[in-house]
């Protein structure tokens, strides 16, 4: 989902947190039907000076971007959130952010808090995830299931890459691959939907 960042510092935040950056969600053009969506994880990837840490002339106070939460509008309800990868120096900040109702053909606002001195540890959450989902692999450095199912992985010959989001795996085509054990909750009996982001260095032509 495509998101557009309009900059709103100094607004009615949550305690403690001195910054807010007002956030359009693109839903009129990216959410297609008329059905909202419910507790859909959006991915937000935005670089912006704000986001630097205080020592780089931003807002951040934590190193880590620990400091970063996303809200409702008016600051009455904390969304459950992943961030993936945080950059001091630049201000990128790459998250997933579980937005508990969207609609559909409607824009929508998302309130983004920083600058909290007194936050040490990651708020990050497995509740970013819910229930329909058994393994989110993000192909990155840890091979941990972002869910709270542990469907985690072992490497196995692939290395690390840049990605579209953020890290990724590069598979070179010599039985390298990332293997998970089984578990009961990937016996999925059902429909499934399996998504991921993929870059194919060429195709085999097949006679």
Known sequence: ?????????GQAVPDKYDY???VQINGSSQIPGSEPLSNFPIL????????????????VTNPNGYDIIFASTDSSQ???HELESYDPNTGEVVAWVRIPSLQAGTDDTLGVHFGNSNVNSDP??????????QLVQHMDTSFLDAT???????NNGTSDAAGQINRSRDFDGSNDYVEVANDPTLNISGQITISMWVYLDGFDTIN
Do not use: C, H, P
Request: charged residues 25%; glycine residues 12%; negative net charge.
């Open 1 to 9: 989902m495509l998101i557009s960042t309009d900059t709103s510092l």
């Open 20 to 22: 807010r950056k007002t």
């Open 44 to 59: 937000f990837k935005v670089t912006a000076d704000e986001f630097k840490s205080v020592s780089n002339g931003g807002y």
């Open 78 to 80: 904390v969304f459950d």
């Open 124 to 133: 990050s959450t497995q509740g970013t995830w819910n229930s329909g989902y």
């Open 148 to 154: 709270g199912r542990d469907n985690d992985g072992t």
